[in-house]
């Protein structure tokens, strides 16, 4: 599991952005996608908003996602399990970096075929406590006609980042503009920021 976290961390301190393309193994991925479609399937997943508190908006021309929060109070074995690993990746960010880390938030997006989500950042203008941002994906044999990338704006180098199956990928949430592009088929992921 160190290998992994090294990976996300040493690729972020080099590059801004962190990827680590198998920090999450096929099976806990399976287990989660399967998760995210009996939710599906029970209704239990929301529209996705922009915004907090007073100022959540919902506008399907800027983010048309559906989402879930995961929670260990779910008792849900591989929720808890993926939880778990972002508890480990966040005692060794701390202890490499300082970082200062303190808790996180994560919840399931599903995007189905026509789906996307504008350019943005991940911060709230009234609200700094987001440190960092992190997707990890859940879509078995991605092909590049499936579209949906994850589109990173850096100046001079804009980076495209295919959603597959276990990768994860990490960057700062108050300096990465980004976007996920249209999607054409059904797209799965588990999106979350770690706080301070």
Request: charged share 20%; aromatic share 12%.
């Amino acid at each position: 599991m160190e290998m992994a976290f090294e990976t996300l961390l040493s690729s972020y301190l080099e590059q801004k952005v962190g990827i680590s393309e198998d920090f999450i193994s096929v099976a806990l991925s399976q287990h989660l996608q399967n998760n995210l479609l009996q939710l599906l399937e029970e209704g239990l997943l929301i529209a996705a908003g922009t915004g907090n508190d007073g100022k959540l908006s919902h506008d399907k021309k800027v983010r048309s996602d559906t989402i879930y929060w995961l929670d260990k109070k779910h008792n849900n074995i591989h929720e808890t399990a993926f939880l778990k690993q972002m508890e480990g990746f966040i005692e060794y960010l701390n202890s490499e970096c300082y970082a200062g880390i303190t808790s996180y938030e994560f919840h399931y997006s599903l995007y189905e075929a026509g789906s996307f989500y504008v350019k943005h950042l991940d911060q709230f203008q009234d609200n700094s406590s987001r440190a960092f941002s992190m997707i990890s994906y859940l879509n078995a044999n991605w092909k590049e006609a499936d579209g949906g990338e994850l589109l990173l704006h850096q100046i001079g180098n804009n980076q495209k980042v295919a959603p597959t199956q276990g990768k994860t990928v990490f960057f700062k949430s108050d300096e990465l503009i980004h976007e996920v592009l249209v999607t054409n088929t059904r797209r799965m992921s588990i999106a979350g920021w770690l706080k301070r």
